[in-house]
Structures are given as structure tokens and as C-alpha cells.
């Protein structure tokens, strides 16, 4: 007999709640593009719900900031791990939270797809600009100081707000694309292993 799901006090579950969440194997797994949606969407949330006096804007920027450069990382990671199985290559994204080093085997698997000239640009220009602000990782936008003690974003002043939201929208939006075309490209890639395995098998009399 299965073994019901666990739950506690915290996360559990609520009978007749549209709003439980479906997490685990309960719809799942879910992969790494999925949680990167996720955190690109909670990025959109976050960013159409301030400026309304719910929240002090220098406080709820952080959580802003941190989910939009996590969806980045994960996408760029979800990339890498996809176009490698597409291409049979030995890629493997790096552990931790390096943006430019992910980014860099992500765009020479890219070529594989259809992804313009444009897109991949702007996609470098946003992976290029977080990693100026967070370079190793991913604390800056997590806490206010470094392990050692050192101030997170001490040169810099102020962060638009609404230009964040251009930028996780456009970038969402790419996203999505070049996830159906690697989608279809797992698909394609399936379809001709199979092919491959059957036609190595020999006809029987």
C-alpha cells in the first residue's frame, strides 16, 4: 500500500483549498525550467504589487532581485542540461551560482535552436549586468553583508524598479521561446533514437 504524503503543521495540506500547491511527485517532478517559470512569475507578482503602499519598496526590492536573478540561473542551468541530452554532448552546468560561466556553455549549446542573434544579445546583457552586482554567489540580494562582513551594494544607490520588471518580462519571454524549441528538439532527438534502435534490430522470419 503507497505511503500517504507527508505534511506538518506548516506545509500541509487543506481539503476543499483551491490553493494547495501541487508539489513533489503530487503532478511532479517538476524540472528546472519549471521552477525557473516559477521564480520569473513570482518576479511579476512581487513587481505589479508594489508602489501601492503595501510595502516599502527598499525592503521588498531585495526578494524582487534575488527571484530574478534565481529564475536567470536556474533557466541557464535548465539550458545546459536539456541541449546536452539534444546533442549527446558531455556538457554539464557548474554547481553553485556563477552566472557568466553557465551562460557561456549555455550559449554555445544555443546554436543548436532557434535562437536569433537578438535575443541571445539581450540575454547576454542581462546575465552581464547581474553578475555585476552579484558575482560569485548569490548572496547579494539574499543578505546585507558578506560572510566576512563586507556591505552588499555599497557603490551602488538605487534600483528601478519598473525597469526590472521590463527587463524579467522580456527575458521570461525569450525564455519561454527557446523552451519549446528545445522541447521540440528533445522530441525530434527521441524520435530518431528510436528509429535508430529499430532499425538495429533484426526482422525475425
Known amino acids: 500500500m503507497k505511503e500517504p504524503f507527508k505534511q506538518n503543521d506548516v506545509f500541509k495540506h487543506v481539503d476543499f483549498d483551491p490553493l494547495n500547491a501541487c508539489v513533489g511527485n503530487n503532478g511532479g517532478p517538476y524540472d528546472l525550467y519549471d521552477y525557473a517559470k516559477g521564480y520569473f512569475d513570482a518576479t511579476s507578482i512581487l513587481l505589479e504589487n508594489v508602489g501601492g503602499g503595501h510595502a516599502l519598496i527598499d525592503l521588498v526590492v531585495y526578494p524582487i532581485c534575488f527571484d530574478f536573478r534565481h529564475a536567470v540561473e536556474l533557466y541557464l542551468k535548465y539550458v545546459i542540461t536539456d541541449l546536452a541530452k539534444v546533442k549527446r554532448t558531455a556538457h554539464r552546468f557548474k554547481a553553485g551560482h556563477s552566472l557568466l560561466q553557465n551562460w557561456k556553455a549555455a550559449k554555445s549549446l544555443l ?25 560569485t554567489n548569490g548572496q547579494t540580494f539574499r543578505y546585507p553583508e558578506s560572510i566576512k562582513g563586507d556591505q552588499h551594494l555599497k557603490e ?50
Open 111 to 135: 546554436k543548436h535552436i532557434q535562437a536569433t542573434e537578438e535575443d541571445v544579445a539581450y540575454f547576454e546583457t542581462v546575465v552581464t549586468c547581474i553578475d555585476e552586482v552579484d558575482r
Open 156 to 205: 551602488w544607490s538605487t534600483i528601478n524598479l519598473p525597469t526590472v520588471k521590463t527587463h524579467n518580462t522580456k527575458i521570461a519571454e525569450i525564455a519561454h521561446s527557446w523552451h519549446r524549441h528545445i522541447e521540440d528538439a528533445l522530441e525530434t532527438s527521441r524520435v530518431r533514437a528510436g528509429d535508430n534502435i529499430s532499425a538495429s534490430v533484426p526482422v525475425g522470419k
